[in-house]
């Protein structure tokens, strides 16, 4: 509901004089026009939104915060949306380019931001498309759509085209880096889908900022390597900083990976996490835990650190879901 907007409006008289303590962070709050520099997919339904600040403004954010994007009134078409040539077969397919999507409230949507402080005067997020369910009932093959609206604030990113200009707010947000961890501390990143983006934004902070001397493993999990991204950046840190370890889980054997040499694992991600490193650490309990993705994710990587008597304090969520 404070993603949304909503505020609990509170009075009480003033009998005396009275201080009032407001959080830091909400003291570091902008609302700035910004203009839309890329927008293109890194995934089928992903995209990566990028936006530039205002000549001369600094955002001055911690990796793992969050923006809030202003989501105006809009009657807007699917067909307008751009889309890669490798994802557009799915999209046609499904029958997504024949979607129309209408706004009458003007809202806010928040979205993490994938990229990390150090980065420059830019803001990079990842958007997953929300389009309306399908009717289950159909025969197999057949793609048809529940008479549901499609996302409001995906539907309105998904349409911007570079030179646009769009209205962010921030930065918000509680899915930051402990302060005060030694580099004992061993973490472990943990995302699907669009989950990535806090969890990039925490692992260029660590190793390309602060050039941290921890041990950390980042294990991602993808459809197939067509729903992997940004795979070069995590492959030039773990030339550079050898206590960096990027595991890839896709759901299946996918021969497209295999041809190209990339490393994987098949299966879930939570699996793959459990037999290729967890199964045979000495104490998976002392471990810090960050995680963002999908709620099904989510949901079988919290089983599997309790059975492995992993405290709940010691895994942190950006819980975008």
């Known amino acids: 509901q404070i993603k949304e907007g909503y505020r609990l409006g509170c009075q009480v008289k003033v009998k005396e004089n009275i201080k009032i303590q407001v959080p830091e962070s909400t003291l570091s709050v902008q ?17 990566e939104f990028t936006v530039k600040l205002p000549e001369g403004v600094h955002l001055d954010f911690k990796s793992g915060e969050y923006i809030q994007i202003d989501i105006p009134a809009y009657d807007l078409d699917f067909s307008t949306i751009d889309v ?21 409230v003007p809202t806010v949507r928040a979205y993490s931001m994938a990229s990390y402080p150090a980065e420059g005067d830019i803001i990079k997020l990842n958007v997953r498309i929300a389009t309306p369910p399908f009717d289950r009932s159909q025969p197999k093959g057949v793609f048809k759509m529940l008479p549901v609206p499609p996302g409001v604030g995906s539907s309105y990113v998904f349409t911007r085209k570079p030179g646009d200009k769009v209205w962010i707010s921030g930065p918000f947000g509680e899915f930051l880096l402990p302060k005060n961890d030694p580099d004992s501390q061993e973490y472990i990143f943990v995302g699907g889908g669009a989950g990535m983006a806090p969890l990039r934004s925490h692992i260029m902070h660590l190793f390309k900022t602060l050039k941290t001397k921890r041990e ?24 550079e900083f050898p206590n960096f370890h990027f595991h890839l889980a896709l759901d299946r054997p996918d021969p497209a990976a295999d041809a190209a040499g990339v490393k994987y694992t098949a299966g879930f991600v939570h699996n793959v996490m459990y037999e290729t490193y967890l199964k045979d650490h000495d104490a998976p309990e002392d471990i810090k835990y960050f995680m963002c993705g999908p709620p099904m994710m989510v949901a079988s990587v919290n089983k599997l650190l ?16």
């Open 306 to 321: 309790d059975s492995l008597g992993v405290q709940p304090e010691s895994i942190l969520y950006d819980n975008f879901s």
């Open 216 to 239: 950390v493993h980042f294990f991602y999990g993808a459809r197939s390597l067509v729903e992997a991204f940004y795979l070069e950046d995590y492959a030039e840190i773990e030339k």
């Open 31 to 47: 609302k700035l026009e910004c203009e839309v520099i890329s927008n293109k997919n890194v995934a089928t339904f992903i995209k």
């Open 84 to 104: 890669d040539d490798i994802y557009k077969a799915d999209w046609e397919k499904y029958g997504f380019f024949g979607i129309k999507a209408k706004n009458e």
